[in-house]
């Protein structure tokens, strides 16, 4: 089955520095999504590329797809402490559910 | 605008007793609805879907059913709670036939004792 599997599980990084996540997956897709899960809370849909799009910006996010690598990676840019989260990525095809990754835990510290 | 409301947030509950999770949206029609489950530090397992009233499918055996009595209410529950259901517990509503995008519910989290 298609399953996004984040990179790093956990990330540690200073205000002010990028901070680069990787998700990866096994088969066809027509869209990927980015997550944002603050602690004890639900998730936020954070940026959408569709399967035939390479790159996609909102505000301090870039998101790349490369589907010949069956990959994207999520790049925030400027990192503040609020940015610390737990950050998904799900991958969609039509007529099936979203399949979920395992997450990447980013801590920004001050 | 469409919210979606879960409840209750918390919840600690003894092995074997009964359990009822709800999940409410608003602000649209004919939504698919989703259960999930996290585990601690973990990823999304999704439970059950749905597309309409009365329509559940799952996607894992488990302790645990899901009803959807009215468009816009979905129902989790157990009639016997196992020490392996605790977990985040997770509603999700996306648009019926351009799903491309889930909005979540704030969760709830259930500890069984």
């Known amino acids: 089955s298609q399953q996004g599997e984040e990179d790093p599980q956990a990330l540690s990084i200073q205000e002010g520095e990028n901070a680069t996540m990787n998700c990866s997956y096994k088969?066809?897709?027509?869209?990927l999504q980015w997550y944002r899960q603050n602690s004890g809370r639900g998730l936020v849909h954070l940026i959408l590329?569709?399967?035939?799009?390479r790159e996609k910006h909102s505000g301090r996010l870039r998101v790349t797809l490369d589907t010949s690598k069956k990959s994207s990676s999520l790049l925030i840019t400027a990192s503040r402490a609020a940015d610390t989260a737990s950050y998904f990525c799900?991958?969609?095809?039509?007529?099936?559910?979203?399949?979920f990754g395992p997450g990447t835990r980013l801590s920004v510290l001050p | 605008s469409q919210t979606i409301h879960q409840w209750p947030a918390t919840l600690v509950q003894p092995v074997g007793s009964p359990l009822s999770l709800e999940c409410t949206v608003e602000g649209t029609s004919n939504p698919n609805l989703y259960w999930y489950r996290q585990a601690a530090g973990r990823g999304l397992q999704l439970l059950f879907y749905s597309v309409g009233i009365g329509q559940i499918s799952s996607e894992v055996p488990q302790n645990l059913s899901a009803s959807r009595p009215q468009d816009r209410q979905f129902i989790l529950s157990s009639k016997k709670l196992l020490l392996s259901d605790s977990g985040f517990y997770l509603c999700a509503w996306s648009v019926q036939g351009a799903s491309e995008t889930q909005y979540f519910g704030p969760g709830t989290r259930l500890l069984v004792l």
């Open positions: 799900a991958t969609y095809l039509w007529g099936q559910n979203f399949v």
């Open positions: 088969t066809s897709i027509n869209n």
């Open positions: 590329i569709r399967s035939n799009e």
